[in-house]
């Protein structure tokens, strides 16, 4: 899991009572998203921008492409590459071996974790 600022870690302790009256799958679903909302500021702007459209509002790819003036191509591969580079960075203490898309900097090792 990525990595909490101490006023989200805040927020989090502030809100635990209300968040255990929660049932437990529905708690679960909450952590993920929180963690998924953070890691995301790891992508790089155009990445991230493509995720939240087309993932998370729900924008289909050809609708995205026309609002930042892009291909249909370029916002495919920009949220395919957003998907591994989520998935990189949200597991990375478990998972090394695997290095972010289009990355040619980030070896795995030396992160910090």
Same mark, same amino acid.
């Given at each position: 899991?990525?990595?909490?600022?101490?006023?989200?870690?805040?927020?989090?302790?502030?809100?635990?009572? %209300?968040?255990?009256?929660?049932?437990?799958?529905?708690l679960w679903i909450l952590v993920r998203?929180?963690?998924?909302?953070?890691?995301?500021?790891?992508?790089?702007?155009?990445?991230?921008?493509?995720?939240?459209?087309?993932?998370?509002?729900?924008?289909?790819?050809?609708?995205?492409?026309?609002?930042?003036?892009?291909?249909?191509?370029?916002?495919?591969?920009?949220?395919?590459?957003?998907?591994?580079?989520?998935?990189?960075?949200?597991?990375?203490?478990?998972?090394?071996?695997?290095?972010?898309?289009?990355?040619?900097?980030?070896?795995?090792?030396?992160? %910090?974790?």
């Open positions: 899991m990525s990595n909490y600022t101490i006023e989200e870690v805040r927020v989090l302790v502030e809100v635990f009572s %209300e968040l255990s009256l929660i049932r437990a799958r529905k998203l929180c963690d998924i909302v953070q890691t995301m500021k790891r992508l790089n702007p155009e990445e991230r921008t493509v995720l939240f459209l087309c993932g998370m509002c729900g924008l289909g790819q050809d609708k995205a492409a026309t609002h930042l003036g892009v291909d249909q191509g370029t916002v495919s591969r920009r949220f395919a590459d957003a998907l591994v580079n989520l998935n990189y960075y949200i597991n990375r203490k478990d998972n090394y071996a695997i290095e972010p898309r289009g990355s040619t900097s980030v070896t795995g090792q030396g992160l %910090e974790q």
